[in-house]
């Protein structure tokens, strides 16, 4: 009996050990998915997330692919749902991931992220906030960081435009304040600065928010056993030549940990973004 017994143990133990082999082999081959926020087209967002792509399929040692959404509301909507391994987003989206879902925050960048209002350059410089009664004004989406400050903004100078429209990218929503569709626009101050030397001359800071939570790395909660081992492939390619030169394009200035307390001042963004979802629950 004791035999038989013996025997039983170690064919379950090898049975244990090939199930392990097995699962471990079907995780290699399913695509790590770090999903980023629509701060731009999915074209540029693919481009400028290739370096980090190729740099954590390396180091994972399994395909990785990076993924977007349509706008900030989806995108939220997507990463509650779990559809991301690794989520990148704004401090508000990112206490909401954090609160709701569990998300793990990992980094964010060094360099400070700020919201502006841009106009045209010809706006002059003493204008008041009150000249935008009644006309067009523009935001990313009505759950971007962004669009939310913006919005405040305006109703702290109790401002009421006649609409607010939703463009998908920067480089768009400049060309239609130059056109004249909108007499403003509320975009990032990296995403303004990325824009082309020919357009920002048409164009000025009308307003600049304080220095907010900007993109933040969170992993799901599924994946909080490797942790460590995804802090530490980040921060590899943060120092490496392909991480520097990807720092220096976008003038990120590198990782650094969250400041404690950092998120926390986001919740009156992330509270407005919950009742977005709330009644616009999607599919």
């Known amino acids: 009996m004791h035999t038989v017994c013996h025997g039983c143990m170690r064919w379950l133990y090898a049975m244990a050990w090939l199930l392990s082999a097995a699962c471990f082999a079907m995780a290699s081959d399913m695509p790590f998915r770090v999903g980023v926020a629509p701060h731009t087209s999915a074209r540029l967002i693919l481009q400028q997330y290739q370096p980090l792509r190729a740099s954590l399929e390396k180091g994972l040692g399994q395909p990785v692919e990076i993924a977007t959404a349509p706008d900030f509301t989806d995108f939220a909507r997507r990463a509650l749902r779990g559809e991301y391994d690794l989520a990148i987003t704004t401090g508000h989206q990112a206490l909401l991931l954090r609160d709701d879902a569990h998300y793990l925050p990992l980094v964010t960048y060094r360099a400070p992220f700020q919201a502006v209002v841009v106009g045209l350059a010809s706006m002059p410089a003493g204008s ?149 979802l709330a009644t616009q629950p999607g599919h």
């Open 128 to 276: 008041s906030a009150a000249q935008l009664n009644g006309k067009t004004v523009l935001g990313l989406s009505p759950s971007s960081l962004v669009t939310l400050w913006g919005i405040h903004w305006l109703e702290q100078n109790k401002v009421k435009p006649q609409r607010m429209q939703f463009i998908s990218a920067a480089d768009s929503m400049a060309q239609l304040v130059i056109q004249h569709d909108a007499v403003v626009g509320f975009m990032s101050q990296a995403n303004y600065e990325k824009l082309s030397a020919e357009t920002r001359a048409q164009l000025r800071v009308v307003a600049r928010s304080p220095e907010m939570a900007g993109r933040i790395y969170l992993l799901h909660p599924r994946l909080a056993s490797r942790q460590a081992q995804l802090m530490r492939l980040i921060q590899q390619f943060g120092q490496s030549a392909e991480g520097m030169q990807y720092f220096q394009e976008n003038k990120l200035d590198g990782y650094r940990l969250l400041k404690p307390g950092e998120l926390e001042v986001m919740r009156p963004y992330a509270d407005e973004v919950r009742r977005t």
